[in-house]
Structures are given as structure tokens and as C-alpha cells.
């Protein structure tokens, strides 16, 4: 999905003069063609994140489009300031691209492992959040998210994620989207993980229970009247995210929950146990770590829904 956003910018950078590429030495096999092209507005800026930001601001500050790109963590939470006090408080048009959420980069440790991100940027004013669940949502999104501004952050995965959808779905910023129909239970999922709900839901389908996935890639805002109609509607709600259980989409969800007028659903929620993984390896054997596979997910809301 990397490649679909960076194309996306390249095609955009070729019509419109405003649009500047940031990178923090990241990025090379992606934004080659972009940096032969329009080498002046296709910048590496080295592994200086925080005087990155606040580069983007200032180009902001002058009328540009900026998009600033490097892994999760380097481009959220080591210029975590930046990001508040340049880009957010001036309400300026800096959309950040952070590569490689969840266990995307799992064998490199926890350095790089992405499970803290969405919880502080959520927190931060006026900041918008899109978490695509592959290349195809990742293009629909893209293109909706590129003509919009101000403070934006796209979270993707590293790469080779399967095509949830066969054709580009009718999918909207800010709205869920219904990537599998069920009755009983739903699972929200936001990001590449999407893939894993799909998976569990398979499983309790074998069971006889109905399973819904629904492909929430806006985090922020979060369509909350979608949530507010399953809790009337369903047996069982889920959520399920490749991040810390704190903070995340989940308690968003969960903050849309406690304050609903009315509910039958029972509520869960699937993620990270907030810990810190002592065992390192790929994107898969890190997910088991955290109990994040379909069988896991499966086993434990099975146990949930015959529970009600």
C-alpha cells in the first residue's frame, strides 16, 4: 500500500507545483521515479526527523502541500513535538506518512514496532487519521485524502498485504465500511489486520455464528453512528487493531460505547495487552505473540458470544 499512496503524491506533485515529498532517508525503491522526475520537490532530509516536521511546516507555512514519509515510529513519536506544536497548533496542510504500523517491521525489534502511535496522535487537535486495510482501500482513501487539508496521518503497513477488495469499493473518509455482512457479531478492524478479521470471521461462520468485518480505516474521525447502530443491532461488537489495547482505535470505539444511550451488544476489545514483546520475529510470529491471529480471535469470541 506504500507504493499506491507514493504514486499517488507523485502523480499529484506532477500537476500541482505546491506538492513537496519530505523523506527521513527512507523510502529509495518506493520514490525513485518521484525523485528523478521532480528532484527539487522530492527532498531527503536524512535521519533528522524532527527538523523534518519542521521543515514541512515551514514549507506549509508558505503555501505548499507537503507530505512528509519515514517508519512509524521516527515519523510520529521522535518529532511528537513538532508535529503538535508546528503542524497542528498552525493548522497547517502537512499530511505525515508513517511505513511499517504494528509488527510490520517486527524482526528489527521494538525500536521499530509501531504500537503507540495512534494513541498520541489522536490526542492532538485538529489531526486526522487513516489507517488503510490494504492497496486497494489505500487508493480509494488516498485519493479523498490528498484533496483534503490540513494535519493528516496515513498509517500503513511495510508492504505485501493482500487485496481485501477485487475492485475499489465505495468507501468514504470518515465512514466504515462493510467488507463482509453478518448478523450476530461484528468486528471493527482498522489497518492491515483487517485481513486477520476476515479470517476469524470464516471460522465462526463454520460455527453458525454471523459474522460482520467492517473495515474501519478512519480512525479520526471515527464514524461513531455506525458503531452506535451495530451496539443496537448485534449480539456481540469487537474491535481489533495492531496496537496497544490504550489509547488506540479500540478506545475510541469504546469512548463511542460508554456513551451511547442505549445498547444490547456486549463490547471487546482485541489488541496489544499493553506489554512490550520480548520476543522478536515477522509480522505473523509477532501477531501469535500477541494472541492476534484468526484462530486466536475466533477462539475468543466464540467463547464470548456462546458466554451471552
Known amino acids: 500500500m506504500r507504493n499506491t499512496i507514493v504514486n499517488l503524491i507523485h502523480d499529484l506533485a506532477k500537476t500541482n507545483r505546491d506538492v513537496y515529498f519530505l523523506t527521513g532517508d527512507l523510502g529509495y525503491s518506493v520514490i525513485d521515479n518521484f525523485q528523478k522526475e521532480i528532484p527539487e520537490r522530492c527532498l531527503n532530509l536524512g535521519i533528522s526527523e524532527q527538523n523534518m516536521m519542521g521543515a514541512a511546516a515551514g514549507l506549509a507555512l508558505e503555501g505548499k502541500k507537503v507530505f512528509v514519509y519515514s517508519i512509524?515510529?521516527?515519523?510520529?513519536?521522535?518529532?511528537?513535538?513538532?508535529?503538535?506544536?508546528?503542524?497542528?497548533?498552525?493548522?497547517?496542510?502537512v499530511t505525515i506518512i508513517g511505513v511499517g504500523s504494528g509488527f510490520a517491521y517486527g524482526t528489527l525489534g521494538p525500536t521499530h514496532h509501531a504500537i503507540e502511535d495512534i494513541a498520541m496522535l489522536r490526542a492532538i487537535p485538529r489531526m486526522k487519521i487513516v489507517c488503510p486495510s490494504g492497496p486497494v482501500s489505500a487508493g480509494v482513501l488516498g485519493r479523498q485524502v490528498l484533496a483534503m487539508v490540513g494535519p493528516t496521518y496515513i498509517r500503513l503497513n511495510r508492504g505485501g498485504e493482500p487485496a481485501l477488495y477485487d475492485s475499489p469499493p465505495n468507501m468514504k473518509f470518515g465512514k466504515g465500511f462493510v467488507l463482509k455482512p453478518g448478523g450476530a457479531v461484528t468486528i471493527f478492524s482498522s489497518g492491515a489486520i483487517t485481513a486477520v478479521a476476515l479470517g476469524a470471521a470464516e471460522l465462526l461462520e463454520k460455527e453458525k455464528i454471523s459474522t460482520e468485518v467492517v473495515d474501519m480505516a478512519t480512525v479520526k474521525p471515527l464514524d461513531g453512528d455506525l458503531v452506535i447502530d451495530r451496539l443496537k443491532s448485534r449480539k456481540l461488537i469487537v474491535t481489533l487493531e495492531e496496537h496497544n489495547i490504550l489509547g488506540g482505535f479500540g478506545s475510541?470505539?469504546?469512548?463511542?460505547?460508554?456513551?451511547?444511550?442505549?445498547?444490547?451488544?456486549?463490547?471487546?476489545?482485541?489488541?496489544?495487552?499493553?506489554?512490550?514483546?520480548?520476543?522478536?520475529?515477522?509480522?505473523?510470529?509477532?501477531?501469535?505473540?500477541?494472541?492476534?491471529?484468526?484462530?486466536?480471535?475466533?477462539?475468543?469470541?466464540?467463547?464470548?458470544?456462546?458466554?451471552?
Open 252 to 308: 475510541a470505539v469504546a469512548e463511542v460505547v460508554a456513551e451511547a444511550a442505549s445498547r444490547q451488544a456486549a463490547f471487546k476489545r482485541f489488541g496489544i495487552n499493553d506489554f512490550y514483546p520480548e520476543a522478536f520475529g515477522n509480522q505473523q510470529f509477532m501477531r501469535d505473540q500477541c494472541g492476534l491471529s484468526p484462530q486466536l480471535i475466533f477462539e475468543s469470541i466464540k467463547k464470548l458470544y456462546e458466554g451471552l
Open 72 to 93: 512509524v515510529p521516527f515519523a510520529t513519536m521522535r518529532c511528537l513535538e513538532q508535529i503538535r506544536t508546528d503542524v497542528a497548533l498552525q493548522n497547517l496542510d
